[in-house]
């Protein structure tokens, strides 16, 4: 028996056992026991013999959960709660997991290639252990044998795999391992596109998996969606303990398109305005985010100014760039050829502009979720000597984005959620990428360079938002931070996505939860979206 073995055998009878005399099960999970508990809460509630008072569904429908990675235990385990509320409510429910046939996965990277095979054989045992404790039908991915023939080109994907495992935003032949690993991740490419043709063949009624991007996703998906198959795709939200779901659509893009229709054209009421102040406020030391990247405190207009030395008569403009490699913000490029090109571009414009100032604000992100193509560095081998108008913030300089704010006249954004924020102070921001706040009618949204720097340059400090923009930029954060992300309110993590205990006794329990509630309606209903 391996070590992983010898675990699942023996961790989650020892947590029973505690939790028999007495510790809660939280304790438990954050004990040395740690996510093993979820295994144990998992028996003891199968094991209840429960009678279901839950409700039967109208129409029986065939829903196919893609989850893959079963040792995600995150992922694996919203699947489980979502798959065990509709297998209740009388709907046929399967599972598709990952039995180490995938030779490369989401979480395999450049930095623990030590683990990977570690972390292959975790994969099939913790979901192997989940299915054997639930009873749901599974099958491996080794049992789909059909190669996929149609005519869809995966190279995004293939590309966007690529620099999620480098964590680059520019491919290179200096990455080390790089043709080994992209001969990987074509044959995790193929493995993908047969599970989706053969899933395609079956026509399940929905399919659900968490986001559909990359290697082990992404071309299922796609195929999946040609041949007209439902998709609900999952992701974390920004808040603490939020998801966001949508109908056939990747989970890298936020969309609440049908919703903004309705609610752009009215006023929010007062309750909403306090609901979304409230938060909006919180955002300043990012109290209720899942990240922090505010690490310094909220600082007077002036004292930024003298910080940066900053010339107060001067028009400042804020380039506020994203993590290169980073799902939300790759393969997103309009006006520019990628985020790279568009940096120095706009620092050698601002070099032949010296009655204009620019400031460069790197995101912490590239702190805090890591990266291994700085910008800093990028910029400092394109650029020999940095125009005097020109000044870079470094990810771990100690400064509130919400004090850059007060020193910017424009801002200028490839995805980030700056791009949302500014105008919500009146600042005009042009947004040069494909982002889901872009054509929402309060960003500046250009397409080609001509446009940029000429806009830059028509750009004036007294072209401040009217009223109605920034009304406009309230409703839809309010849409976006207060509606779609829906509060789970289903496990004890650690950390966002460590889960280390389930909150809910019964599946009646578990059924009752409003956003599990919400979302089941939702899947057998096939509704547009699914909001609070």
Request: with cysteine; proline share 3%; aromatic share 10%.
């Amino acid at each position: 028996m391996n070590k992983e073995n010898f675990k699942l055998a023996v961790l989650p009878s020892i947590a029973k056992l505690l939790h028999k005399i007495g510790v809660s099960w939280k304790t438990l999970g954050y004990s040395k026991i740690n996510q093993y508990t979820v295994f144990a809460q998992s028996e003891v509630l199968h094991n209840d013999k429960w009678k279901s008072q839950i409700d039967q569904a109208d129409k029986k429908m065939n829903i196919v959960f893609l989850t893959i990675l079963g040792g995600h235990i995150y992922n694996m385990n919203i699947d489980l709660a979502l798959a065990n509320v509709l297998r209740a409510r009388g709907h046929n429910v399967k599972f598709i997991l990952d039995d180490s046939r995938f030779p490369i996965s989401q979480l395999q990277n450049s930095k623990n290639e030590e683990s990977w095979v570690k972390l292959n054989l975790k994969n099939y045992l913790w979901g192997k252990k989940f299915i054997d404790i639930w009873n749901f039908p599974v099958n491996w991915v080794s049992e789909y044998k059909k190669s996929y023939s149609g005519d869809l080109a995966f190279d995004e994907v293939l590309e966007a795999s690529l620099l999620r495992h480098y964590k680059v935003g520019v491919l290179n032949d200096d990455l080390p391992r790089l043709e080994e690993v992209t001969n990987m991740t074509h044959e995790s490419i193929s493995i993908s596109a047969s599970l989706g043709q053969e899933l395609s063949d079956l026509k399940p009624d929905a399919v659900i998996m968490s986001h559909g991007i990359y290697a082990m996703w992404g071309p299922a998906y796609q195929i999946l969606r040609q041949n007209n198959i439902d998709v609900l795709t999952y992701g974390r939200g920004k808040k603490k303990g939020t998801s966001k779901f949508n109908w056939n659509c990747t989970a890298d893009w936020w969309d609440v398109t049908e919703e903004w229709k309705s609610l752009s054209k009215r006023e929010l009421t007062v309750s909403e305005e306090s609901e979304i102040d409230s938060y909006l406020e919180s955002r300043i030391e990012q109290k209720e985010d899942v990240f922090i990247y505010n690490f310094g405190d909220l600082e007077s207009r002036q004292k930024t100014l003298k910080r940066f030395n900053l010339d107060e008569n001067k028009t400042t403009y804020t380039l506020f760039t994203n993590v290169l490699w980073d799902a939300a913000s790759a393969q997103r490029e309009i006006v520019f050829t990628n985020p790279v090109e568009w940096v120095i571009d706009t620092i050698e414009w601002f070099r032949d502009n010296p009655d204009k100032q620019l400031l460069i604000k790197i995101h912490p992100a590239e702190l805090v979720i890591g990266t291994n193509m700085k910008f800093v560095d990028i910029i400092n081998n394109n650029i020999k000597d940095l125009p005097p108008n020109v000044i870079l913030i470094d990810p771990s300089e100690k400064v509130n984005s919400w004090s850059i704010y007060s020193v910017t006249d424009l801002g200028i954004v490839h995805t980030t959620t700056v791009g949302m924020e500014l105008p919500l102070r009146g600042i005009p921001c042009v947004v040069v990428s494909r982002t889901h706040y872009r054509g929402k009618g309060f960003t500046v949204d250009l397409d080609s360079k001509n446009e940029y720097f000429d806009y830059l340059q028509k750009f004036k400090k007294s072209m401040s938002l009217d009223q109605h923009i920034i009304k406009q930029a309230k409703k839809y954060a309010y849409l976006l931070f207060e509606r779609y992300q829906m509060p789970l309110d289903l496990f004890d993590e650690k950390v966002s996505t460590d889960v280390r205990a389930l909150k809910f006794n019964s599946i009646e329990e578990l059924a009752q939860k409003p956003t599990i509630s919400k979302v089941v309606k939702a899947i057998e209903n096939k509704q547009i979206s699914i909001l609070n």
